[in-house]
């Protein structure tokens, strides 16, 4: 958005004239003047016009030949027909070459009533065949993925899958096979495709031949309706379209914001619906009633639970998970330090920086907008892997590099599918550099004295940049020497002068889903709404260690598992075993809540109302799409009810009323409505929003701290890292569940060798604290020698089972006893799979 | 009238083959003076004063394509298109098999006039002794400092590399050649951008042909105004025509361009070997195919276009009283249905219906009103397609179907007489004799 504008020009089609910028393309130009110009492969989205359908030929006066308005620029003065007999005839034509191969089996066809090839062909075709010929025949459908079945028959050959698979998402999976009309999309080897942003194909297919697993043959068009809404299952907040039959979610898809997503969906996104409508979720407020949970109606809930908060006398905490809404959030932090009289009050597993700092790392003039990338000449990417932490912002950031030729450097512990290896003819990660698990803040730090002596070329490539744009990862900041990584951080954007470049800036990759959002609404332990000062609270940790020593009594858990999700799980079970009253709120049972005195159903994004901000400022606003469940209904609409009957009445009676309250307390959010955030968001930074209170950071007292010891022989250095598929939503989705990884712990080749282990050996893990799990070995040709690295999250042997070691000795797993011998599947075949 | 060689002059010499045979026939002077006396500059100007067309199929001026290369510092690329797949074309084979440093000293020129310092030969896969040939002499080239840095002591660089393709007709199409010297899937570009701005690894490129190279060091030793005595005024020079198919004496000739096409059939080839000729594809088969009419006609560029046809790659296929037209047309358009890559609409989907409805017509399956379909289908693919390759099939085949339509007719009738048969099973097609491989 931020490039500058080519002059308006003038041409003519059909007639009309058109006013549009110099240099866009004549099919673009002539949409914008209401003039339909029928296309199969062209796609803006997927880069460079390829011209392969042959669909939008016009004519152009002067020029000979029939043109393709896809990838004909246009120009002052151009006078276009697209709808003379000669374009129609040429239209005609290629609508009925299409249909040579096509089966029209559409009263069978998935995309029958939503079908581009039916549109044209009714729209722009000679509406009847004088083809006599036997058609192509291929196996059909066949599966693609587990999520995808194809049959190539329906296909039209107009390469929209394969680009995607080899210019956007660049896993290159997908390939044309064999040659003109025997060309089919496949696979090497018929592998399955699998790739964590496939489903993209199935929304960008033209014709039925590309089709959801999960969703053929659940509805026709005329069955349904879309609801646009945003997706909250990870910090990209993608913004999405529900199908919705029946009051309930069939299929997700794109809502194009070019300023979120680009269009593009993860499969986590696009499949994790399923889940929505899964019997095992618990539909009513309940109670704990002598030792057991009961149903209870809402009023009932939230009188108990106002009792049991009240008892603690200010002894209460609360957690607020990433799931949470911005009104949520400041409804939950309003009660805590208002009427329950406490500030332990907090979002996330880490402690928070000091608030300066993080108001310094808020400042508007840092920031960039996603779409800003885009512009960048050079990314630094560090301390995150956005493949697993934000999905979409891998494809932004891969289409800067590929499109715009930005330069990519990567810094993380763990090598990230950014820099494993470049495609041909792109510029690709420009250079990798590994760090030891935890000491982000050394390279930080590192970093800024290379940049100030401007010598080595990673340096020079982030100083020689118009517009840099540094992506950096919460996990950052959140270890012991997270204020001087953000120290850090501050300097490296000093010293580049991110503020006074147009399109450079740092952007926050937060480990939680509404991470900033939560944070700005005030839930943080040291900030309050709008990043404001508050009287300082505990930690996560802190929370845990009161709850266990009885300096806290009560605790709400809102929609957060920290017995999954955060260090010590053991302690936190003694923890929350401890708390003599618990609020939970949760989409389904977990291990945090089992003892809760009181349980609220928590809403999916489909069903729950309230705003998001995304990690670059741009509240969304999340939208109910399908009723609730039974009983369950809006959690914001709980903790104004709480909130009343602890004696603080909000007189919020919407959502968008609480949204006002937080309006007013925030001075972020000044003058943002529900209207002005409207369908596709607004940036605060960019409609009058401004940070109140001091924002100079300061060096951190202390100095770096001890580097960490060498491992001793044998042993290896510990890292963690978030995958994308471990967590409730691969579990509870049918659809993913095979995405569902075990531990795996990775080792490199001389490691693994010299520990006589291969891929799919079991083997234990102990930590130096003497804690260990079993995990399968995985061997990554990229992964340094003395680190070896452990999923977050897995649902058994989880890496925070180890948490406090920060180095391991493995070793093979003793053979546990066989209860039933099984046959033909071995260990190893299970990993691969 | 008697051949006129230039490129083949002592071209069945067996020494000519070597660097040393070659430079005692004259060879390398040309490079020589342009190290010792030429500016890029002016080398351009004589290209494009001399009128030499390319002798790769489209016939545009050498020269011309040469100066739209822009200046300045970055890499360019020169590519040799010996890709020669064209049925009826088989001349670049001789003239690399036995003239290849003619083609590396015209590459060389080239190079330096238009400041290509990477140069590549792509050879289709299946000329595989001819790319051990070309190896050969490059080694040889290589070795007397005739190319790569500081050629013959000077500061100019052309390195030059032979590469064969994996067999694939599409690859002579000069964007898909450049895809698949890339290491892609060899599909065409869309254009522009035309290579000349925007080709190899996204650098300026030169495609030119084999032959058009090996015109080069000529031009350079005689000037633009010898070259111009050659020819007529639009088709400067000779050609080397390959002439095959019903002819007694089949094989490549190097004639002047404007002798009249009898004379290369009848006289140079021998003439057809049962009865007269019937049809002739004059330029490959992709050039519509012309009759006995337009046998006086001479053989240039601009008289094969008026005639509605065109001279391509200089690639005479003739056709004797013997062949059946639908069966020739049926095997022309197999090869491209067989060779189309597949990418756009038109030809992926019209090569492959124009086969189905052709075999019909052989087998008698088809009506006359399937003869207008095919007509139209031909007509929808030309112009259509994202590059000739369609155009390639439809030519030829609307040309037939035009002209010999009666005959058309006539074979479907017979066919269905002499078998009619059940819908389900396809009779065997007889090749036939005599048609370009």
Known sequence: ?833 | MPETRMLFRHIDDPELRTLEGYKRRGGYAALEEVMRLREPEELLSELEQCGLRGRGGAGFSMGKKAGFLPRGEMQKYLCCNADESEPGTFKDRELMWKNPHQLIEGIAIAGIAADTTKAFIFIRGEYAEVGDVLDEAVAEAYEAGLLGEGILGSKETVDLVVHRGAGAYICGEETALLDSLEGKRGNPRLKPPFPAIQGLYGGPTLINNVETLMNVPHVVNNGADWFKSFGTEQSTGTKVVSVSGCVKRPGNYEVELGIPSRELIYDLAGGPIQGEVKAWYPGGSSAPVLGPEELDLPYTFEDMADAGSMLGSGAIIVADESVSIPHMALRTARFYHHESCGKCTPCREGTNWTVKMLERVVRGEATPMDLDIIASVQENIIGHCLCVLGDAMAMPVASMVKRWRGEFEETIAKAREAAPAPLDTEPAIATPIGVGA
């Open chain 1, 1 to 833: 958005m931020s490039r500058k504008r080519k002059p308006q020009i003038t041409i003519t089609v059909d007639g009309v004239e058109i006013g549009c910028e110099e240099g866009v393309m004549l099919h673009d130009a002539a949409k914008d003047g209401d003039v339909e110009i029928p296309v199969f492969c062209y796609e803006p989205k997927l880069g460079d016009p390829v011209g392969a359908c042959r669909m939008c030929l016009v004519e152009i006066e002067g020029i000979p030949k029939l043109q393709t308005s896809c990838s004909t620029p246009v120009r002052d003065g151009m006078v276009v027909y697209t709808q003379n007999d000669r374009v129609k005839e040429a239209q005609n034509a290629v609508v009925e070459f299409l249909l040579v191969n096509h089966p029209l089996d559409c009263p069978v066809c998935d995309k029958g009533g939503e079908c581009p090839l039916q549109d044209i062909s009714m729209g722009w075709g000679e509406g009847k065949s004088r083809v006599t010929d036997p058609k192509r025949h291929f196996q059909k459908p066949i599966p693609l993925s587990p999520l995808i079945k194809i049959d190539r028959e329906r296909c039209i050959l107009c390469y929209r899958c394969v680009r995607f698979s080899q210019e956007v998402a660049e896993d290159e999976q997908l390939q044309l096979l064999e040659r003109g009309p025997k060309t089919f999309v496949g696979t090497y080897n018929d592998r399955p495709y699998v790739a964590p942003f496939h489903g993209n194909i199935i929304e960008l297919c033209p014709v039925g031949a590309l089709t959801s697993q999960a969703y053929r043959f659940r509805a026709r068009p005329w069955d349904i309706e879309d609801a646009g809404s945003v997706c909250t299952l990870c910090p990209s907040q993608c913004n999405v379209k529900f199908t919705v039959r029946d009051e309930g979610v069939v299929r997700v898809l794109g809502r194009d914001n070019e300023e979120v997503d680009d269009g593009w969906l993860c499969d986590k996104g696009r499949f994790g619906y399923q889940m929505f409508s899964s019997g095992d979720r618990p539909t009513s407020p309940q109670i704990r009633e002598g030792g057991a949970l009961r149903e209870a109606s809402w009023d009932e809930a939230l009188e108990h639970a106002a009792r049991g908060l009240t008892e603690a006398h200010g002894k209460v905490a609360a957690i607020v998970g990433g799931g949470a809404s911005n009104e949520e959030a400041y409804l939950l932090q309003r009660i805590v330090r208002g009427p329950l009289a406490s500030t332990d009050v907090t979002g996330g597993a880490h402690a928070a920086l000091p608030a300066a700092a993080r108001r310094a790392l808020a400042d508007p003039s840092l920031a960039v907008s996603t779409s800003q990338i885009d512009d960048a000449n050079a990314i630094l990417v560090v301390g995150t892997d956005p493949m697993h932490e934000m999905p979409i912002l891998e494809l932004r950031i891969r289409k800067a590099v590929r499109r715009r030729g930005a330069d990519l450097l990567v810094a993380t512990e763990r090598p990230t599918a950014l820099d494993g290896g470049s495609a041909v003819g792109t510029s690709g990660c420009l250079e990798a550099k590994r760090y030891a698990p935890g000491a982000a803040a050394d390279f930080l730090e590192e970093l800024v004295g290379e940049v100030r002596e401007g010598e080595s070329e990673f340096a020079k490539a982030l100083t020689g940049a118009d517009d840099a744009v540094v992506v950096w990862g919460e996990s950052v900041t959140a270890g012991p020497d997270g204020e001087r990584a953000a120290a850090a951080l501050l300097a490296l954007a000093a010293e580049l002068d991110l503020a006074g470049q147009e399109s450079g800036g740092l952007y926050e990759v937060p480990a939680d889903a509404n991470g900033r959002g939560i944070r700005e609404a005030g839930a943080s332990q040291n900030t309050g709404p709008g990043l404001t000062d508050a009287s300082a609270g505990r930690s996560a940790a802190e929370i845990r260690d009161a709850l266990e020593s009885g300096e806290l009594e009560a605790l709400i858990l809102w929609d957060v598992d920290p017995v999954r999700d955060f260090d010590e799980p053991e302690a936190w079970s003694r923890a929350i075993g401890a708390s003599n009253f618990t609020l939970s709120a949760s989409m389904f049972g977990n291990a945090s809540g089992q003892n809760a005195d009181v349980h609220l159903p928590a809403e999916t994004h489909a069903e729950k109302e309230g705003t998001v901000t995304h990690p670059d400022g741009r509240l969304q606003r999340v939208r109910p799409s399908i009723p609730h469940p039974g009983n369950a209904g809006p959690l914001w609409q709980a903790l104004t009810g709480l909130s009343a009957k602890l004696g603080d009445e909000t007189g919020a009676g919407t959502a968008q009323e609480v949204f006002e309250l937080l309006e007013q307390d925030s001075p972020l959010y000044s003058g943002m409505t529900y209207d002005t955030i409207g369908g596709t968001g607004q940036r605060w930074q960019e409609s009058g929003g401004a940070i109140e209170g001091a924002i100079e950071g300061g060096a951190p007292e202390g100095g770096p701290s001890p580097a960490a010891p060498e491992p001793a022989a044998g042993a290896l250095r510990l890292g963690t890292y978030h995958d994308l598929w471990a967590d409730y939503v691969s579990e509870r989705n049918p659809a993913l569940e095979f995405l569902s990884p075990d531990q795996t712990v990775e080792l490199s080749e001389a490691t693994a060798k010299s520990l006589g282990v291969g891929n799919g050996t079991e083997v234990i893990v102990t930590g130096d604290n003497d804690r260990s799990l079993r995990a399968h070995v995985a061997v990554r040709h990229r992964i340094p020698d003395d680190v070896c690295f452990l999923i977050e999250g897995t649902r058994e042997n989880a890496a925070n089972l180890l948490s406090g070691a920060s180095t391991v000795t493995i070793a093979e797993a003793p053979p546990e006893p066989e209860e039933e011998q099984t046959f033909g599947t071995s260990e190893r075949e299970k990993v691969e799979w």
